[in-house]
């Protein structure tokens, strides 16, 4: 395997990585391909067209995951060939590829159950990722720290076969990893390559009105209650730097809503005027596990602070699961570690 300092950091480092990939996927039968517990629009995004991408080149592939799909992104075509983890039949799956590809995330553990299966496959393993300082063992690494997302990583990958290669599915699937993970394309990565490559998969048959739409204007009854839950209770700290919003299990059943309706609600919370870092701090219902998501603007990291509660992420947008605590503990703890960082 390849040792983690060898890993590829920036784009023009990602040809030999790309001709690599390209000879492993020539002898490749079988394939799984999984991503993050809590899967985002870049995660299911990216799956999603690794899928339809190797369907094109004939490698039977399947993907298996261990967290629900977020109910905005259900609408993509193809969504309905996402497994998730199921136990012995996607286990004996893993174990006839040889080939698993892993998309968004630079940590085992974030794989979530299906972590336990991949980890003792003997296939080859390929991590496609954005995130820095990666833990997990591979071998081979497709990894660029200055892109805004896996899924831009991914059409270079892609973008390198002939153009019958991406079709309108990849093309969508891939807009909406792109967008969601640079924010609606307001993030700093948001430069002219990158909506170069917007205008490509545009041309390759994404919607950029529709795809829009479907993710960020359709919104369930309950969601709108818990927002207007979340926003009647904030919480300002260090001179209003600080908001903080929590839901718990009683606001869960009220607003009769799940987890899936709080989708971005955390991106609302640092838009307030002095807000520089804006966190939601969730407990939902028959979940032993307390739900935290972070996002900062300028100067501010969210990264450490999520990774001393056990998570991970960006430097402006990060989260993590704390598991057998309360609402209340977590909130004091993001505070204290919060404190140096907005303090000073």
């Known amino acids: 395997m390849i040792k983690l300092n060898d890993v590829n950091n920036k ?69 309905k060939k996402i497994n998730i983890y199921s136990g012995k039949q996607d286990d004996d799956f893993i174990d006839g590829c ?4 892993i998309l ?26 954005h ?31 002939p153009s019958s290669a991406v ?16 924010g609606n394309f307001r993030f700093p990565r948001t430069d002219a390559d990158l909506h170069r490559t917007v205008a490509q998969l545009i041309d390759c048959g994404a919607d950029p009105v529709m795809l829009y739409e479907n993710v960020y204007n359709v919104v369930s ?22 908001c903080i919003a929590v839901l718990d299990e009683r606001n869960f059943i009220d607003a009769e809503a799940t987890v899936d309706d709080t989708e971005n609600l955390v991106e609302s919370l640092h838009s307030i005027a002095g807000v520089m870092m804006g966190v939601l701090i969730t407990k939902a ?26 998570g991970g992420g960006h430097f402006h947008a990060a989260g993590a699961r704390v598991a057998a605590t309360s609402v209340n503990e977590v909130k004091k703890m993001i505070i204290e570690l ?7």
């Open 11 to 79: 784009k023009s480092d990602l040809k030999p990585s790309i001709i690599r990939f390209k000879e492993i996927i020539k002898t490749t039968r079988r394939t799984t391909i999984s991503t993050h517990i809590d899967p985002d629009g870049d995660a299911i995004g990216s799956a999603l067209a690794m899928y339809f991408f190797l369907e094109g080149l004939a490698v039977e592939s399947k993907v298996i995951i261990s967290s629900a799909i977020p109910s905005n992104l259900t609408f993509l075509t193809g969504v």
């Open 338 to 344: 919060a404190e140096s960082i907005l303090n000073d």
């Open 221 to 242: 009854l309950g969601s709108i209650r818990l927002y207007g839950m979340a926003y009647s209770g904030l919480e300002l700290y260090f001179s209003g730097k600080l």
């Open 98 to 101: 040889d080939l698993i590809i």
């Open 104 to 129: 968004d995330l630079n940590e085992m553990s974030r794989l979530g159950s299906v972590e336990v299966p991949i980890a003792r496959s003997k296939s080859k393993k390929v991590i496609i990722d």
């Open 167 to 182: 079709s309108k599915e990849i093309a969508e699937s891939l807009y909406v990893a792109i967008m969601t993970d640079s």
């Open 285 to 310: 219902p028959g979940i032993n596990e307390v739900k935290v998501s972070l996002r900062s603007k300028g100067d501010f990291s969210v990264r450490d602070i999520a990774r001393r509660l056990g």
């Open 131 to 161: 995130h820095i300082e990666p833990k997990a063992p591979a071998d081979l690494y497709l990894i660029d720290t200055e892109a805004s997302s896996t899924g831009e990583i991914l059409w270079e990958l892609i973008a390198g076969y």
